[in-house]
């Protein structure tokens, strides 16, 4: 755990949340700041900046915890958010998911989708750079 971390203090206890669940590798607390009503963060107890930091393990917990959380406020339209850098919108440097319940055009998520065309003999070359790194 990070000393300055506020989701680290959060996990110690030392800042008071609305837990929504706790296990050994998992917590999980409702948004102070919400998107829409149910705005939820699961984060793993194992502190890494960024999603390939975090162990397998505690992955599969955050996925799982996630969805348990969506089934229960038995939402049907909703969003699960993890943002890795501050380009990227991440201000907490410290693994977290949002699901954030989508119950209409103007509450929850707004995203723009600003996709593009891309070259196929460029993505095949990609495809191949991936393919060999895993």
Same mark, same amino acid.
């Given at each position: ?5 506020? @989701? ?12 929504? @669940? ?6 999980? @607390? %409702? ?14 107890? #194992? ?30 339209? #909703?969003?699960? %958010? ?14 977290? @998911? ?10 929850? %998520? ?25």
């Amino acid at each position: 755990m990070a000393a300055a971390c506020i @989701f680290c203090k959060i996990i110690k206890g030392e800042i008071p949340s609305m837990k929504i @669940f706790e296990s050994e590798k998992t917590l999980a @607390f %409702l948004d102070i700041g919400p998107l829409s009503r149910g705005h939820s963060l699961i984060i793993p107890k #194992y502190h890494g900046a960024k999603l390939h930091d975090i162990p397998d393990d505690q992955l599969h917990e955050v996925l799982s915890v996630t969805k348990k959380i969506a089934i229960a406020q038995g939402i049907e339209n #909703y969003n699960v %958010l993890q943002n890795n850098g501050r380009i990227a919108h991440q201000l907490v440097d410290h693994v977290h @998911f949002h699901l954030i319940p989508k119950p209409n055009e103007t509450e929850g %998520l707004g995203v723009g989708w600003p996709n593009k065309e891309a070259d196929k003999s460029d993505l095949q070359k990609l495809l191949e750079e991936i393919k060999a790194k895993m």
